[in-house]
């Protein structure tokens, strides 16, 4: 079992950046493949970006292609969104999710590859 919890989320202005954060506990964090997903209200949740376990690896949504950019450091169990020249259209709740081991996808990209799930962080983006 893993529990991941997102934070850093919050109200900025379009151009603008933020970067969010998420906890992850429980088991060995560096087995799992990461993500970020978003929903916006009324839509369904979308891939945003996904980092290797090693984090040697990234892939990244061609909406978000350019300003956002994924790591993580496996020593404090953390994977970061870096979120710059933010537009209106990002706004979403912003949700990490981990990759279990042993799937065969190293950068799984759709929701149903991923096991656990934050709670979600909103970002709002004000034109």
């Known amino acids: 079992q893993v529990q991941l919890v997102e934070s850093g989320g919050g109200l900025v202005q379009a151009g603008g950046s933020l970067r969010l954060s998420c906890a992850a506990s429980?088991?060995?964090?560096?087995?799992?493949?990461m993500g970020w997903f978003r929903q916006a209200p009324g839509k369904e949740r979308e891939f945003v970006a996904v980092i290797s376990r090693t984090g040697g690896s990234t892939a990244y949504a061609d909406s978000v292609k350019g300003r956002f950019t994924i790591s993580r450091d496996n020593a404090r169990d953390t994977v970061y969104l870096q979120m710059n020249s933010l537009k209106p259209e990002d706004t979403a709740v912003y949700y990490c999710a981990a990759s279990a081991p042993g799937r065969i996808v190293t950068l799984p990209t759709t929701s149903a590859q991923y096991d656990y799930w934050g709670q979600g962080t909103q970002v709002t983006v004000s034109s």
């Open positions: 429980g088991r060995t964090f560096s087995s799992y493949a």
